[in-house]
C-alpha cells in the first residue's frame, strides 16, 4: 500500500475513483445519470453579483451546497426565486428530493417557509451553534 499525501481536486485518479465507485453503486442501485451541476446566478443593473445557488443534482436528488442573497437585496423575493428556480431545474434533471444543510444563524426558517423539514442536526457544531439537515420532497 501506497498512500499519497497529495491532493487530487481533479485530474485522473479522481475520476477513476470516482467511476468505481459509481459502478459499484450500479450493482446495488442499477445504472443512473452522473452528477449533474445547478448553478444559478442573480446580478444586478450595474452587472454585480446579487445572489446565487449552487448544487447539483446526484442520485435524484437536489444536493444545495450555497444559497445566498447579498443582504442589500434580501426581503424581496430573490431568495424564494432562486430556490424554486433551482427546484424547477431540479426535476427537470429527474430529481424527486431536495437536501440541503444549514446553521442556525443562517436560513433555517427560510427553508422551513418553503416546506422543508429538519430530519437532523449536529448540536455545538461551531461555537455553540446547531448544523441542521434539511429535506423536501418535489412535487410531480
Not at 68 to 78: I, P, S, Y
Not at 88 to 111: I, N, P
Not at 114 to 137: N, S, V
Request: hydrophobic share 40%; aromatic share 14%.
Amino acid at each position: 500500500w501506497i498512500l499519497s499525501g497529495q491532493v487530487h481536486t481533479v485530474g485522473h485518479h479522481r475520476q477513476l475513483a470516482g467511476r468505481r465507485l459509481r459502478h459499484f453503486n450500479y450493482g446495488c442501485v442499477g445504472q443512473y445519470p452522473e452528477s449533474q451541476p445547478v448553478w444559478l446566478n442573480v446580478k444586478d443593473e450595474e452587472g454585480r453579483l446579487v445572489g446565487g445557488m449552487r448544487g447539483y443534482v446526484f442520485l435524484y436528488w437536489l444536493h444545495i451546497d450555497v444559497l445566498w442573497v447579498d443582504e442589500a437585496a434580501r426581503g424581496n423575493g430573490l431568495g424564494s426565486k432562486l430556490l424554486e428556480r433551482a427546484e424547477a431545474k431540479a426535476k427537470s434533471l429527474g430529481a424527486h428530493s431536495v437536501k440541503l444543510d444549514t446553521f442556525e444563524w443562517q436560513a433555517r426558517a427560510f427553508y422551513a417557509r418553503h416546506g422543508y423539514q429538519e430530519f437532523g442536526r449536529i448540536d455545538d457544531h461551531t461555537k455553540g451553534y446547531y448544523l441542521a439537515f434539511m429535506m423536501k420532497k418535489l412535487a410531480i
